[in-house]
């Protein structure tokens, strides 16, 4: 299951701010997950909920997931384009691009 590591990864990092911040009690953990990061959102949900009991700092915490869309800048010529316009710049038709955003699950704030 990638997605327990995975959320278990998230979870450690999330207490380690936590702990330089001198925050106890996770209160709200957001997380941003792109559309090409091949993870569901619902699983990472699902996980978080089996690993409260294995961390007591996240017991009460609310987990908030944002969605992110991916987004590609044309080597070529500097245009920024979606995932949706097919992998080929619309301004000057060029496939050489390289994915800029969406591609990654990370943590967007904790706070306590």
């Known amino acids: 299951m990638h ?3 995975m959320t278990r990864n998230l979870v450690a990092r999330a207490l380690a701010i936590a702990a330089e911040r001198t925050i106890e ?3 709200v953990l957001e997380l941003e997950v792109g559309e090409l990061s091949e993870v569901d959102p619902a699983e990472i949900d699902k996980c978080f909920e089996f690993l409260r009991g294995e961390f007591p700092q996240i017991t009460g915490t609310r ?4 969605r992110r869309k ?9 245009a920024r384009l979606g995932i949706m316009d097919g992998g080929r710049c619309p301004r ?3 496939f050489d691009i390289e994915i800029i955003c969406g591609d990654q699950v990370q943590i967007r704030s904790v706070s306590g």
């Open 3 to 5: 997605e327990l590591s």
């Open 25 to 27: 009690k996770i209160a």
């Open 63 to 66: 987990l908030a997931i944002t």
């Open 70 to 78: 991916a987004q590609a800048v044309c080597r070529a010529c500097g």
């Open 92 to 94: 000057c038709l060029s």
